[in-house]
């Protein structure tokens, strides 16, 4: 599998623009949002988010990772090549071993952040059943 590369550059700051249908511009942003969907695709694998919380801190062999995940090493390399193709992840050999890390800090953080999310959601809706429980509902 080839790693995703961008189609466009410095189109980050893309959300802010507001294009006209069929312009340059609005093929462009839609290239960018194709972009994001793959990379977002790459992570969004329960497998793939415990790997990068475990290299969140620090680079980790296969057989580390293997370890820690109680899976089979052939199942971490698999799901490492999804993020190494991604661009998520980057590899180094040592010898016979392969080391892996984040390739930005700010996947993390990116991490994080859904996982903040995440906690509120779960409190608001655990309080909303809380609150029909109490008013006799199921």
Known sequence: MEPV?????HYCEC???RTKAGTKEAMAKRD?????????????HAKRLEILDHL???ECSVGELAQLMEIPATNVSQ???ILRNSGV?????????????ITDRRVIDAFDLMSQVM??????????VEKKKAKGGK
């Open 119 to 128: 906690v509120e959601q779960l409190a608001t809706r655990t309080e909303a």
């Open 89 to 101: 992840v980057q590899k180094r050999v040592e010898g016979t071993t392969a080391y892996y890390r």
């Open 56 to 58: 969140r801190d620090k």
């Open 5 to 9: 590369v961008a189609p466009i550059l």
């Open 79 to 81: 799901q490492l090549a």
């Open 32 to 44: 960018f949002y194709q972009f994001h969907a793959e990379i977002c695709k790459s992570i969004v």
């Open 15 to 17: 959300s802010h623009i």
